[in-house]
């Protein structure tokens, strides 16, 4: 990205004048409030505060970012360049290259009995559909100059939107963990006969993920910007490697109804990896100016998205097809996922495979690469945990993203041996929240921020329509003039239970989803997003008409 434009002193860092006493009036001064301080305190700094005002002007010293949720006003937004078309790009390539993914679609085989043509095709649906959702909230990035959960205050209000808050950090520190436990994983099996523990590649990842997100977002951007290079280069030989060894011939096993399930469960499963990215895509694009054209960010960030995800989903179902008929795969596998990736390098029944140092090295950068999908949710948590309250405003970003690193890494090595059962029970769980509260965002920006709305010009001034006109970005601290939330808060409830009564998941199977086949069929992102979208029109017409808000 380029460099700020001159008006904003350095628009990342925060203002340069901590204490704004030069403001010539009030408006200027409301205008560019404290960096963790709502504006709406006027008390005397408490000595806690002037140690934090204190730190805080450290860390800009020192070129590290101090901004936290404090929305990003126009003017201190980068100049939109060519480079800025191609970030979205490279952002979201390096993060989906990446062996999580790689991981996630071995189980297509080995949980769910697919074919790979059936797995495949599952991958690249339900990718497309995830990446939807992802690419359309990252458009409010630029839009808004807010955070992605800060604009959920808008359907939520001030303290529902709380609730959204803490789960999102649940999945962003979810992944995280996994992501260290898959990269200890693979480093472990690339040393000599496994010498170094996974302990230790947990920690040596964790490490080199915190100090990329502390910087900010500069440093940030800059390594997206590159680290899907070799990535892409690594997975490309281990495509070249191993495919030969993919079984493209053993069909889906079980019965019709059986292979249905297993089918709809997979898709939902690629789907809930995909779109969970949507509780933090917006945060990543604060710094783009308001003239962004909406549909060249969604239209790159979805070709991105899906790509990367298809590309990484079939390279680890067509290695764990491979696993009853290769007997290094097989032993691999018996060892760890990680482990299967290296021995889809190094196997030493492909006249391709590197059996040479060469190969583990590659498995390196594999393993390495996972810190380009470590740091997004890194970063982001810093920011949610800011976004929970003033109070938890007041700690600067670099801190919590330091609580959300050592939270992560902990739960990572306790459960490093799961690693399969964390994926199937979590990844999905998780997925459910993010697209039922993406459909209550759509419905309420179609039905009631849209020039077709039921109501015109609620929350701004001027009555504007179009792409995020006719929200008020400037009420995002201010909860009294934001909705309440009532509407939104019921409507994500009705979701959530019809989520439950079709979920499939190892330890429960919802009434509903247990009609379809043997293990039934994972239905509840479907069911979440449709009950929730039905039912919220008619109570957000009513919350307006009560409340006028």
Known sequence: MSTPSPASDDAEKGPRDLNYSNAKSKNIASSTPNLHLSNHNSTPPSKFTAYITHFERTLI?????ARGVRRVLPHECHTLTWRSYLQPFSLWSSINLAAQNVTLGMLAPTVFALSFRDASICAFFGSLIGSTGVSYIATFGPISGNRTLIFARYTFGWYPSKLLVILNLIVLLGYSMIDLVIAGQILSATSADGSMSIVVGIIVVAIIGWLITTFGISVFHTYQRYAFIPQLIAYSILYGISSRNYDLSTPSQGDRRTVIGSRISFLSLTLAAAITYGG???????????????LALFSISLVSLLCSFTFT???????????????????????????????????????????????????????????????PPTYSSGIDFQVLGRNFQKIPRVIWNSVGVVIYTVCALAGRGHLGEIFTNFLALMGYWVIIWMGITLAEQVFFRSRFGFRKGIGNKEGRRGWGQSYDWTLWDQPEKLPHGIAATIAFLVGWAGAILCMAQAWYNGPIARLVGEHGADMGNFIGLSWAVLVYPPLRWLEIKKFGR
């Not at 290296?342 to 590197?354: E, H, L, M, N, W």
């Open 61 to 65: 010293k020192y070129n590290i970012e």
């Open 280 to 294: 933090a895509a917006a945060d990543y694009f604060v710094y783009y100016p308001p003239s962004t054209p909406p």
């Open 313 to 375: 989903y079939c390279i680890g179902i067509g290695l764990a097809s491979g696993i009853a008929s290769v007997p290094a795969y097989s032993t691999a596998y018996e060892r760890s996922q990680g482990a299967l990736i290296v021995a889809g390098f190094t196997d030493a029944t492909s006249p391709r495979a590197f059996n040479t140092g060469f190969g583990k090295f590659l498995a390196v950068v594999v393993a390495l690469g996972l810190v380009a999908n470590l740091a």
